[in-house]
């Protein structure tokens, strides 16, 4: 749903996904297909924020996250990690902020008006559809599949419940402006059935497309810092084409 923004409040061209912004080409070196691996949990993280269990300890870190929709170098700090099994797929993301701000008081509002942590994920790259997921820092979520690029329910409270769940650890005060803020870290779950619309839960050796993102707001005024781990060349968090490459790695044998 989010967009990245060039003025607020948001516009039904940012609803879409679909703006008028011109990027600037990004350079060779920064457009190449970002690629990573969602390795086997052999068991599932205990949903805390804290990011201390098995499972991600041997996952494999994203970290390069940059806005290459401006050329811009990646900004350090933020890590990422994908997980699965056979019940789920797990996330987590460590993310430093200076200035946690969050917005939003249910499921499916428009968590992109603050601080939020967003992933894309799209099955297959002969069918349209793809999903969205995001967790923001009062562990709110927003879960939505789009058959298609713009194609999404008029009434988001009421959309399907797909059953993303987080929680989240807090290294600072959120919404007190003017402080110093460190970090926070989110960890969550997304159960298979939510891909029933694409087939459901993948195989060993599958490859999705995805990216994730992040909105990191600042002083009240001042426009977010936007970030994404796909190399994106126009700015737009749902520009599938530029996507990176996920691929599913099953139990060691």
Known sequence: MSKIRSAWPMSAAFVLGIGSLV????????????????????????LDGKLDDPCWKVAEPITRFAAYWEA?????????YLAWDNDALYYAASMPDAELRAFGKARNDSLWNGDVFEMFFKPSTDRPAYYEFQANPKALVF?????????????????PVLGNTAAVHIQGTLDHPGDQDASWTVEGRIPWSAFQPTGGRPKSGDEWRFALCRYDFGP??????????????????????????????????
């Not at 080409?25 to 969602?38: G, K, L, Q, R, V």
């Not at 009240?220 to 599938?240: D, K, W, Y």
């Open 23 to 46: 990027a600037t080409a990004a350079p060779p070196d920064e457009i190449a297909t970002h690629e990573a691996a969602c390795r086997w949990a052999a068991q599932p993280p205990v």
């Open 72 to 80: 811009k170098t990646p900004k350090p700090g933020t890590r990422a």
């Open 143 to 159: 879960e939505l599949f789009f058959p298609e690029r713009g194609i999404y329910p008029k009434d988001l409270a009421r959309s």
């Open 220 to 253: 009240e005024g001042t426009r977010p810092v936007l970030m994404s781990s796909a190399p994106l060349t126009q700015p737009s968090f749902h520009r599938h084409e530029d996507f990176g490459r996920l691929r599913f790695e099953g139990p060691r044998r």
